[in-house]
């Protein structure tokens, strides 16, 4: 979990390298070596959020293989206590999942669109923020799962299974406010280009 955060920053930290000027062909490798990572979490993401889509539709009509899912996740005990808790909390590694990977797609088409010469674009600007909201998704859906599996001990769920899914949360919520903050530095850097545009 925490190699998607910090890749993400590492992504934003070269853009300010690149904004100014500083950047060499070690530096141009540094960007290449991001552009990779950024595909490899991507595909693990994508092969993660499919594999726990096709087990919640195969335990649908195959309610046999709960004790069995994705990455040996043993749900059995709360689907024969209550299904709908199941299915809740199923959800929320469902959400989380599918987000991460749309994430990671934006950062990707951010980093093949992204102009290296004239990095403040509006386009720039744009992804920087979506990718800010999706992580602060990311964040307060795994807030919310987190305070909702607290409860659940106490009417004899086990639990442990699924604090992996969702344990860095206030991580997520403090990257979108970095990154948030990045993208509106990045929107005030497009008003000034153009603002330069304009008088020149």
């Not at 890749?7 to 904004?19: A, Q, R």
């Not at 950062?107 to 990095?119: A, C, G, Q, T």
């Amino acid at each position: 979990m925490y190699i998607y955060c910090y890749s993400i920053i590492i992504c934003y930290f070269c853009d300010v390298i690149l904004t100014l000027n500083i950047m060499s062909k070690k530096k141009d490798f540094v960007f290449i070596a991001l552009h990779v990572i950024a595909w490899v979490i991507f595909v693990g993401l994508c092969i993660e959020a499919g594999a726990l889509v096709v087990n919640f539709i195969y335990s649908l009509f195959k309610p046999e293989i709960v004790h069995n899912l994705y990455q040996k996740l043993d749900l059995s005990q709360m689907y024969n206590l209550n299904k709908w808790v199941f299915f809740s909390m199923y959800s929320f590694i469902l959400f989380i999942s599918i987000l991460k990977a749309c994430l990671f797609y934006v950062v990707i088409m951010l980093l093949f669109k992204i102009n290296l010469s004239k990095p403040f674009d509006t386009y720039v600007a744009g992804q920087i923020k979506k990718i800010s909201y999706y992580t602060l998704s990311i964040g307060l859906i795994s807030y919310m799962a987190q305070q909702t599996t607290k409860n659940l001990p106490h009417y004899g769920f086990e639990i442990d299974a699924l604090n992996q899914f969702w344990a860095d949360s206030q991580a997520w919520i403090l990257m979108a406010a970095v990154i948030y903050v990045i993208a509106t530095i990045f929107s005030r850097g497009v008003e000034i280009q153009n603002e330069n545009d304009l008088t020149v």
